[in-house]
């Protein structure tokens, strides 16, 4: 029974420590496990000061390994710190954070290199934040900025330079030792890829924020650079910032914006595109909306649709006056957008434009004015949007209107007919022009040559166009490259607003080749007819 006694007593203490032993790894597991900042390193003399940028998950304590390492805060600020006050472990809210460290001389020997390590400390974990070094004695390392006159203005150690956006922002580095570049921020591209600087040569350099990357370009950014040297005996560190993109800039990914055609019933999105020969032509099509990415400072952005109703005339939707409430985008996140049109009963021409904040309240005030959309044609006298905002905020332009089925007509190009010697009708022989060079430099395939006939009574050119002459359509003549001009020997007009009548006194006084360009409402090439000098 003793024995028995003693073995039931042994069980009963296993059972217990075996209960305490999965309480605690109970309590273990759910202590959450902290994601750290990325380790970075900072250097600096002795009686510098440093910024420590991270963003904490939760609330935090920072301690330092070394005396000569400290933190200055509001209730320790530099003076103290002067006077032998000095706070070596500091604490705060989760969050975006910025703390300052001093750097002082305390136990520093001639030409060696001390490190220091800050722990972050989180929920019960802890991991190394930052490495700061002290530089050896006797090293300088000075950069320098642009200033009045293009002069070099020397930069305090504690003042950030500056990335830019499209273009870099250039200094001059100089130091008493080989150096090179090191820790920049991933947003941060050096012109060239790499800085590298030999002793007592000064080395000019520029940054910006590095290109097709919207999720650093688009943001304000901010880190740091280091300048070190090869022996790791210094580390010079400066802060760098991004004021983000400028404000009134934007791009975007996603389709072209011309040669759009939208279903009536608003669920069809076809684009004709020319390939990069200009000899293929192809189709795409979107079904309810067409999608884009649009790149703006902090995707801060709004649209502003455009309807066209009849040539050099347009309605806005800043307007209040002016219904253009059938066209829409939505946002998401990121910047993307997705491009939709309501259904409709009779032909329609859209624009959709999207500009960054800063520039569409600036249109928005008065679309029709100075600062607006549109701006005046002097061959025209007509109105017409902005070239610079097609170019560049304009998504797309599209005619809504009945779809054909692909392939059931045979697209004409133009009908030339005149009368012969014998007073008979002829119609033209038009001969297609493939030469690669013409196809690209117009951007169609419809292009075709005649020669002048000879006939003293002109001729008549029907293009082939819907509707008329400046409303739905236009026309451009060239002869040598240059702008053809009427006189009384020759002209090449159009009275009625659809066929175009073309007259020469004499065909054999044509020495250059004739270009008769047709655009369609939204400006592009249509189609080319060359007349050529008679043999």
Not at 44 to 64: C, I, M, N, P
Not at 239 to 268: C, F, I, R
Request: glycine share 8%.
């Amino acid at each position: 029974m003793k024995k028995n006694k003693f073995t039931l007593g042994w069980f009963l203490i296993s059972l217990l420590m075996a209960f305490a032993v999965t309480a605690c790894d109970d309590e273990d597991d759910n202590v959450a496990t902290v994601t750290f900042p990325e380790k970075q390193t900072i250097g600096g003399a002795a009686s510098e000061t440093k910024s420590l940028t991270f963003d904490a998950v939760a609330d935090w304590t920072l301690t330092s390994s070394s005396t000569w390492c400290y933190f200055i805060t509001e209730e320790t600020p530099a003076a103290k710190a002067a006077e032998g006050v000095k706070e070596y472990s500091i604490s705060g809210k989760a969050g975006k954070q910025t703390v300052t460290i001093g750097i002082s001389d305390e136990g520093q020997d001639y030409d060696n290199t001390t490190v220091a390590s800050i722990t972050i400390s989180m929920n019960g974990q802890e991991a190394v934040l930052a490495e700061v070094t002290r530089n050896a004695t006797g090293r300088t390392l000075k950069l320098y900025k642009k200033g009045e006159g293009d002069a070099w203005v020397e930069i305090d150690k504690d003042e950030a330079i500056e990335a830019g956006y499209s273009n870099y922002i250039t200094y001059k580095a100089v130091a008493n030792f080989p150096f090179a570049a090191t820790n920049r921020p991933e947003w941060l591209d050096i012109e060239g890829g790499a800085l590298v600087g030999a002793a007592n040569k000064e080395v000019e350099f520029g940054i910006k924020v590095v290109d097709g990357h919207p999720e650093f370009s688009k943001y304000e950014q901010t880190g740091n650079i280091n300048f070190q040297d090869e022996e790791g005996k210094s580390i010079f560190t400066y802060p760098v910032n991004y004021k983000g993109m400028n404000p009134e800039a934007m791009s975007y990914t996603g389709p072209s914006q011309w040669n759009w055609n939208v279903s009536l019933d608003g669920h069809t999105f076809t684009q004709t595109s020319t390939g990069v020969s200009g000899t293929e032509e192809s189709t795409s099509e979107y079904r309810n909306f067409v999608e884009y990415k649009v790149t703006a400072l902090n995707d801060d952005f709004e649209p502003i649709f455009v309807e066209k109703y009849q040539e050099g005339s347009y309605k806005v939707s800043t307007d209040s006056e002016d219904e253009v409430d059938w066209m829409h985008m939505k946002k998401y996140d990121n910047g993307k957008v997705r491009i939709t049109v309501d259904e409709s009963s009779e032909e329609r021409t859209g624009y959709v434009f999207v500009f960054p904040k800063a520039l569409y309240e600036k249109i928005a005030e008065d679309a029709f004015g100075d600062n607006g959309l549109f701006e005046m044609n002097p061959e025209t006298g007509t109105q017409e949007l902005k070239y610079a905002y097609t170019e560049n905020n304009l998504l797309m332009n599209f005619v809504q209107k009945d779809k054909k089925e692909q392939g059931t007509e045979e697209e004409e190009a133009f009908k030339v007919t005149y009368y012969d010697a014998m007073w008979n009708p002829v119609e033209a022989e038009l001969t297609k022009v493939t030469e690669e060079d013409l196809v690209q430099n117009y951007k169609t395939e419809l292009i075709y040559s005649m020669p002048l006939p000879d006939t003293k009574m002109g001729f008549s050119c029907d293009v082939l166009m819907e509707g008329e002459n400046g409303s739905d359509w236009s026309f451009e003549v060239l002869q040598g490259g240059d702008k053809f001009e009427d006189s009384d020997e020759h002209s090449i007009t159009c009275e009625d607003g659809k066929i175009l009548t073309i007259y020469f006194a004499n065909a054999y006084t044509l020495e250059q080749e004739i270009h008769i360009i047709i655009k369609d409402q939204n400006r592009e090439n249509k189609k080319v007819l060359i007349i050529t000098p008679k043999q």
